[in-house]
Structures are given as structure tokens and as C-alpha cells.
């Protein structure tokens, strides 16, 4: 079984700054889905930025990139010039590869962003 | 085009009351999934569907039942409501191949009394 692991219950950033929320991940598999997913306090879930095992180029959307290393297993999510908007929860989740019960999505526990004006 | 609608929102129930939680989704997604959030735990995967007809377990399904009779409707039900079942519940649906993200309905916040 995958598990993904979000080692900082809580940061603080202040606003404009950049900040980096990491991720680790246990798995045999060689090709799969990275996700971070955030929930603002509205409690909807909103999908942040995804990357695929086979790329090499690390994944980025606007103000949010990640830092994909497939050897040590690790994607950490990196928020640039951060806005009040960007307080919220953010989770990390896996998905195996295509293939019978591959649709399952694991997630960590969760890191508790706060942006400081 | 709703996307993942929820009902209800908000959900207070006594010890041994059953209930059944809404999830419907128009975006024709094979799979549906349940989940529960609580504080410190992430999501946790209760119930899933890959079609039609097709239900599975996921990491916490006791005390739950899942059924799914089309493609657009998967409801949760809690047989027996213990306070432990106090979470909030989100359903979720995607498709089952490729990269497609998961799409999340607003959730249900459910308070076992």
C-alpha cells in the first residue's frame, strides 16, 4: 500500500514571500499521479497542480510549481509571491497507475497554510 | 454542468439513527468514491465505484453501505450512527484512466450526538 507523508502539520508565510510544503511518498511503482490539492476554509477541494511520474519536467501553474525528485520520492510544492487567498490546507495525494483499482487517490495528512499580511 | 453535488450540507443525528448521505455527479465519471475528513487524518477512503453496479471498500468502510445503481448517483448510508461517524464526508468522481483529476463535492458535515 502507498503512503504519503506531510511532515508540516503548520507554516506560516508572510504575504508576498515564497513558501515550500513538502511531500513524500512511499511506492513500488514506476509510473503514477502526484496531486496537491487545496481546501480553503470553505471546505470545497480544488486541485492545485498534478504531475505525471514519467515527465522529468516538474509541473507548474501560474504562482505554483512543484519540485518532483522520483529517486527520493519527493514533490514539494512550491507557492511564489503568496497572496491572503493562498490560506488554506493543502494536501498531497497519490495515485497508482492505470489498471485494475489504480483510481484510488491517497492523501496526507495535510499542512495548515497561513499567509501573514 | 453541476459537478459533484452533495446533500444535504449540514447533518445532526442521534446514536442509532440511519441516514443515507446524496452524491451526484453529471460529468459522466466512471469512478465515485466516498471519503471522510478528520482533523489530523486527512481524507480517508471509505467506499468506492468504478461503474455501474460495481462497488468496492476502501480503508474505513465499517458501518457504511454503498450502492450504485447508475453512473450519476452514488449515496453513502450510515446503518446505525455512532459518534465515531461524526466527520465531514465528501464524494468525489473522476475518470478511470489517465491523469484526470479527482473532482470533489462540497461536503457534508455530519455531527453524531
Known amino acids: 500500500a502507498q503512503t504519503v507523508t506531510q511532515s508540516q502539520p503548520e507554516m506560516s508565510v508572510q504575504e508576498a514571500e515564497t513558501v515550500t510544503l513538502s511531500c513524500t511518498y512511499d511506492?513500488?511503482?514506476?509510473?503514477?499521479?502526484l496531486f496537491w490539492y487545496k481546501q480553503p476554509p470553505s471546505r470545497q477541494m480544488i486541485l492545485v497542480i498534478r504531475?505525471?511520474?514519467?515527465?522529468?519536467q516538474n509541473a507548474t501553474e501560474n504562482r505554483f510549481s512543484v519540485n518532483f525528485q522520483k529517486a527520493a520520492k519527493s514533490f514539494s510544492l512550491k507557492i511564489s509571491d503568496s497572496q491572503l487567498g493562498d490560506t488554506a490546507m493543502y494536501f498531497c495525494a497519490f495515485r497508482p497507475p492505470d489498471g485494475a483499482g489504480s483510481y484510488q487517490l491517497t492523501f496526507g495528512k495535510g499542512t495548515k497554510l497561513s499567509v501573514i499580511p | 454542468n453541476a459537478g459533484v453535488t452533495q446533500t444535504p450540507k449540514f447533518q445532526v443525528l442521534k446514536t442509532g439513527q440511519s441516514m443515507t448521505l446524496q452524491c451526484a455527479q453529471d460529468?459522466?465519471?466512471?469512478?465515485m468514491s466516498w471519503y471522510r475528513q478528520d482533523p489530523g487524518m486527512g481524507l480517508r477512503l471509505i467506499h468506492y465505484s468504478v461503474g455501474a453496479g460495481i462497488t468496492d471498500q476502501g480503508e474505513v468502510p465499517n458501518g457504511y453501505n454503498v450502492s450504485r445503481s447508475t453512473t450519476e448517483d452514488f449515496p453513502l448510508r450510515l446503518l446505525s450512527a455512532a459518534p465515531s461517524q461524526t466527520s465531514v464526508y465528501f464524494c468525489?468522481?473522476?475518470?478511470?484512466?489517465?491523469?484526470?483529476?479527482?473532482?470533489f463535492g462540497p461536503g457534508t458535515r455530519l455531527t453524531v450526538t
Open positions: 504531475q505525471e511520474a514519467y515527465k522529468q
Open positions: 468525489a468522481s473522476s475518470y478511470v484512466r489517465g491523469w484526470y483529476e479527482q473532482y
Open positions: 511506492t513500488s511503482e514506476n509510473n503514477y499521479y
Open positions: 460529468m459522466n465519471h466512471e469512478y
